[in-house]
């Protein structure tokens, strides 16, 4: 019987159900196919000592804490990190808040109050490049002496160059980051090993899309989000369903030129979606933003727009 999927954040004992976890350490933001190397060896080392195996990661990003705002556009925030770590398989993920008294403490700090003695971790595993403690003062070779003093087994992975969908010389977040702000959902998703995706509330619009003829489900996206603005093949996961749609991002410059939304059409829904949290992942860029002359042109692109996502997600 699977264990049920749990998130705690800065747990001062083990969660329930993960005590004596073994944990992949790190940032993870993307959660992308380096990632899963990381994750792999934690999740077979604790099929070995028969242990529910751990995301432990940490909150805020770094970036953001040491610019003393957000700056990092995001590719998994908390929410969406935790749905990935679950469909990778993992037991949990634990959340440590990070800020500037976390990032201060020393290096032995994190191995013994935190590792061993709150969150009793029976193993950790961590990639080649994983540092820690104040001035980065800790490493793979000081976690591995760590773990032979606190009886505690650690595994550094090394730098992992292929995997089953060939090279990983360009994966990373930097680069997954940069191919969305150019608009490349596809590359990003070659490089995740899975769809960008975001997850979010519906929230009420102006209604307009209704009137065009192409209702809208509407999210507000983190201001740190720097996804292209323009239009995308998508879908959309709501209560469990995934359904295929068109959406665009931006600031629809024909109407208002107003702040950022994510504005998600439906394909064959009629349903009250206000409220609901859905997540929607992005499988092709069809085109920028555009501001056009008239309704007349927006309605006959918008309908060019919705086969073209046909096409694209009839064929992923």
Do not use: W
């Not at 008239?294 to 996502?309: C, F, V, W, Y």
Request: hydrophobic share 45%.
């Amino acid at each position: 019987m699977s264990r049920p999927f749990t998130v705690a954040h800065d747990p001062q004992a083990p969660p329930p159900g993960l005590e004596g976890a073994v944990a992949a350490l790190g940032n993870f933001d993307g959660l992308h196919r380096g990632h899963r190397g990381v994750i792999a060896r934690a999740q077979a080392l604790a099929r070995k000592l028969a242990r529910p195996c751990v995301l432990l990661t940490f909150e805020p990003h770094p970036a953001d804490v040491f610019a003393g705002r957000s700056v990092i556009f995001r590719l998994t925030p908390p929410d969406a990190k935790a749905a990935q770590a679950a469909r990778l398989g993992l037991d949990g993920m634990i959340v440590l808040t990070f800020d500037k008294e976390f990032a201060q403490s020393p290096a032995r700090v994190f191995t013994e109050d935190i590792l061993h003695k709150r969150l009793g971790l029976a193993a950790v595993v961590a990639g080649y490049d994983f540092r820690f403690g104040a001035g980065r003062e800790g490493g793979p070779e000081f976690l591995v002496s760590e773990g032979a003093r606190l009886g505690m087994i650690v595994e550094i992975v090394d730098r992992i160059t292929k995997d089953e969908e060939g090279s990983l010389e360009a994966v990373s977040s930097t680069a997954t980051r940069e191919a969305l702000e150019r608009g490349d959902a596809a590359l990003a998703r070659r490089l995740l090993g899975h769809p960008y995706f975001v997850r979010g509330l519906v929230i009420h619009g102006d209604k307009r899309g209704r009137l065009l003829g192409f209702p809208t489900a509407n999210i507000a996206l983190d201001p740190a989000n720097r996804l292209r603005h323009g239009v995308y093949a998508v879908t959309i996961e709501i209560d469990g369903a995934t359904l295929a749609g068109v959406a665009s991002f931006g600031r629809r410059p024909t109407f208002d030129n107003g702040a950022p939304l994510l504005e998600v059409f439906v394909f064959d829904f009629d349903g009250d979606l206000y409220g609901k949290e859905v997540e929607v992942a992005f499988y092709g860029f069809l085109r920028g933003e555009e501001k056009f002359d008239n309704i007349d042109a927006l309605i006959a692109r918008m309908h060019e727009d919705t086969a073209k996502a046909r096409e694209i997600l009839s064929a992923r």
